[in-house]
């Protein structure tokens, strides 16, 4: 299995960022598929989920509104769109499945600041 994300960087308070992450190595489209995050000094916390198909999603109550979570299953991506950002939203961010298994990407930064 593995997990890749891309698409973090540093962004101005109120912008918004698309974050990808491309699997392989497992039958995507079988698997809900999770975002997390860890900012600085912090424990990693669940961000948003959505089902294998797609028509089921769950986001943390700080990030209702804002983020948004989808998946294309002929491409194997999962991606988190982020708009409205906050400086709290600064962390590393990853993408997840379990397969009776948690695998991880490595993460990818982003970073809210003026």
């Known amino acids: 299995v593995q997990l890749v994300e891309s698409g973090g960087g540093l962004v101005q308070p109120g912008g918004s960022l698309r974050l990808s992450c491309a699997a392989s190595?497992?039958?995507?489209?079988?698997?809900?598929m999770r975002w997390y995050r860890q900012a600085p000094g912090k424990e990693r916390e669940w961000v948003a989920h959505?089902?294998?198909?797609?028509?089921?999603?769950n986001y943390k109550d700080s990030v209702k509104g804002r983020f948004t979570i989808s998946r294309d299953n002929a491409k194997n991506t999962v991606y988190l769109q982020m708009n409205n950002l906050k400086p709290d939203d600064t962390a590393v961010y990853y993408c997840?499945?379990?397969?009776?298994?948690?695998?991880w990407g490595q993460g990818t930064q982003v970073t809210v600041s003026s």
């Open positions: 997840n499945v379990r397969t009776g298994v948690d695998y």
């Open positions: 190595g497992f039958s995507f489209s079988s698997y809900a």
């Open positions: 959505i089902s294998s198909t797609g028509g089921w999603t």
